[in-house]
């Protein structure tokens, strides 16, 4: 695919592609030198993905490349946890394991403090609403 048809894929503008890409959040696409950026299904899921994390979890850019960072070395522990052979060279992995979730779930955590907070916030401007108006409307009838 080219660059506009994942574009358009993931709800996304072009340069939004190629600003992740800067970032490394989003291989540069395969291409011959004169020829246009190819991408495969593998980046449009990729790219459908960081979307829906930086959406889901109102991310900015580099809190999102922090965390892609830390998911892609978690991956890499995981690699060489299958070729690992020992108890210690297993522990070592889990101990670097450790801090990479830590990471993200202060991320998440935080997010959801201030999502929380938000909340609370609209809930006591809706109860001074709904007061607000039964006394008008008691005001009413009077």
């Known amino acids: 695919m ?3 048809e994942v574009a358009e894929q993931a709800g996304v503008t072009t340069r939004t592609i190629r600003y992740y890409e800067e970032r ?10 004169g020829e246009h950026r190819v991408y495969t299904d593998a980046d449009v899921t990729r790219l459908q993905e960081l979307i829906r994390l930086r959406d889901l979890l109102g991310l900015s850019l580099d ?29 070592a992995i889990v101990e670097a394991s450790i801090p990479l979730v830590e990471r993200q779930l202060a991320l998440v ?6 999502l929380d ?12 609403l709904e007061l ?11």
């Open 2 to 4: 080219r660059i506009g």
């Open 24 to 33: 490394g959040l989003l291989g540069h696409g395969s291409r011959e030198k």
């Open 63 to 91: 809190d999102l490349v922090g965390l892609v960072e830390a998911e892609e070395a978690r991956a890499a522990l995981r690699g060489q946890w299958e070729e690992s052979a020992t108890d210690e060279e297993r522990l």
């Open 109 to 114: 955590q935080s997010r959801r403090d201030k």
């Open 117 to 128: 907070a938000f909340e609370s916030e609209l809930a006591e401007k809706l109860s001074r």
């Open 132 to 142: 607000r108006r039964s006394e008008l409307h008691r005001g009413t009838r009077a």
